[in-house]
Nanobody
Framework: VQLQASGGGLVQVGGSLRLSCVVS????????WAWYRRAPGNQRELVAL???????TYEDSVKGRFAISRDNARNTVYLQMSNLRVYDTAVYYC????????WGQGTQLTVSS
């Protein structure tokens, strides 16, 4: 399984960004997918999850600001992030929340004040 996350960058507080993750080597449409993040000095945490039928759940601090979506035709899961805060700074990863595959490199988001 390959998980290729992209779209990170440097944004100012209050800004927006969309992350993408292309999945290969696993049946994308049948699986739930999730975005995780790991901030410096912290453990990796689950940020948002989307089931195979499109139901979504979010970590409390991102509710109302982040939106996860999926495009089964493109084997891609997205994370639309808005009203970004400094504490959102982290490396963001995608993975199968039911059976983690090998973690990809992730994509770095840095939010500056």
């Amino acid at each position: 399984v390959q998980l290729q996350a992209s779209g990170g960058g440097l944004v100012q507080v209050g800004g927006s960004l969309r992350l993408s993750c292309v999945v290969s080597g696993r049946n994308f449409g049948d699986n739930a997918w999730a975005w995780y993040r790991r901030a410096p000095g912290n453990q990796r945490e689950l940020v948002a999850l989307i089931t195979n039928i499109g139901s979504t759940t979010y970590e409390d601090s991102v509710k109302g600001r982040f939106a996860i979506s999926r495009d089964n035709a493109r084997n891609t899961v997205y994370l639309q992030m808005s009203n970004l805060r400094v504490y959102d700074t982290a490396v963001y990863y995608c993975n199968d929340p039911t059976e983690n595959a090998a973690w990809g490199q992730g994509t770095q988001l840095t939010v500056s004040s």
